[in-house]
């Protein structure tokens, strides 16, 4: 079925001693493009999730964000800056010697000095954090998917209806179009009468004239061809693949007919299911910028 490229998924899971976090979320956008937000330090696991979200996404603008939290025991490092502590306690001795202050240095009293010791977190084996976020990340591409499914369905079955009532429009003027041409040959015929007055019409210069007009307002090629197209659309829209871009082009289609037609028909019933079409054919073009 279609696909919208609108959606969003999100996954959180527990594997080992990692908290896992992933959101998918997407816009409508001509290509598929990807971005992503990764916590400092595992910006090496991108490739591997874009190349997992792009296996299953054809078109839009996509979005992956991540958020992991270690609650290994060695997950948080102290470290003592030696050098630093060194340093400072020699700086604090000498300053007691010279001014001649009771030299009562302490732990308790560096602890203080946040330079003397660094917080850093241990770094996790890459291949096991990278493993265990694609499979949270493929949990929420699996609901990302699902809700661009579900929200394709209603594309589609929105699209559909109104090609249908496209077709029901096209019907009308199949119909209505042979019935212009003999109301224009008695109009005709009624205004030569008129001008004439008691002459003798000559039938083969009206008959001649009928059918210069029918031939200027035939429209049958048109509505043959905009019935395939609504055909074709209808087709496309039970495709499981990315018809985006072709639906696109199927419209400007539909839209073309439509206005050769209108720019035909020399009639008024003709021209307000015309504007009644081209009304729906852009709903339909609306929509179709968000299918995939």
Do not use: W
């Not at 732990?107 to 265990?132: H, K, M, P, Q, Y």
């Not at 009532?165 to 109301?183: D, L, Y």
């Not at 609504?230 to 082009?249: A, N, P, T, Y």
């Amino acid at each position: 079925m279609v696909s919208s490229m609108t959606g969003f998924g999100r996954a959180k899971e527990q594997i080992g001693d990692f908290d896992i976090t992933v959101e998918i979320k997407s816009v409508n956008h001509r290509y598929f493009e990807f971005s992503s937000r990764l916590p400092r330090g595992y910006q090496f696991m991108e490739e591997k999730l874009k190349s997992l979200c792009h296996s299953a996404i054809a078109r839009g603008k996509v979005e992956l964000s991540v958020l992991i939290e270690n609650h290994a025991q060695d997950a948080v490092v102290l470290e003592l800056n030696e050098q630093y502590a060194d340093a400072y306690v020699s700086a604090l001795h000498q300053l007691a010697e010279r001014y001649s202050l009771t030299d009562d240095i302490t732990v308790s009293s560096l602890i203080g000095n946040s330079d003397i010791f660094s917080v850093r977190r241990s770094e996790a084996d890459e291949e096991t954090v990278t493993e265990a976020v694609l499979q949270v990340a493929g949990e929420a591409l699996g609901r990302f998917i699902a809700m661009r499914k579900t929200e394709g369905e209603r594309l589609a079955a929105d699209i559909s209806s109104r090609a249908e009532a496209i077709a029901e429009h096209v019907a009308f003027i199949e119909q209505r179009s042979p019935q212009t041409v003999s109301e224009y040959r008695v109009r005709l015929e009624q205004r030569i009468r008129e001008l004439l007055q008691d002459a003798a019409v000559d039938e083969q210069r009206l008959l001649t004239e009928t059918a210069v007009f029918a031939d200027k307002i035939a429209v049958a090629e048109e509505t043959v061809r905009l019935q395939s197209h609504l055909k074709q659309l209808h087709s496309m829209l039970e495709v499981d693949k990315d018809i985006g871009r072709k639906l696109d082009f199927l419209v400007q289609e539909m839209n073309r007919e439509t206005n050769t037609i209108g720019s035909k028909a020399q009639d008024l019933e003709i021209g307000r299911h015309i504007v009644e079409m081209k009304a729906e054919i852009e709903k339909i073009r609306e929509q179709v910028q968000n299918i995939e």
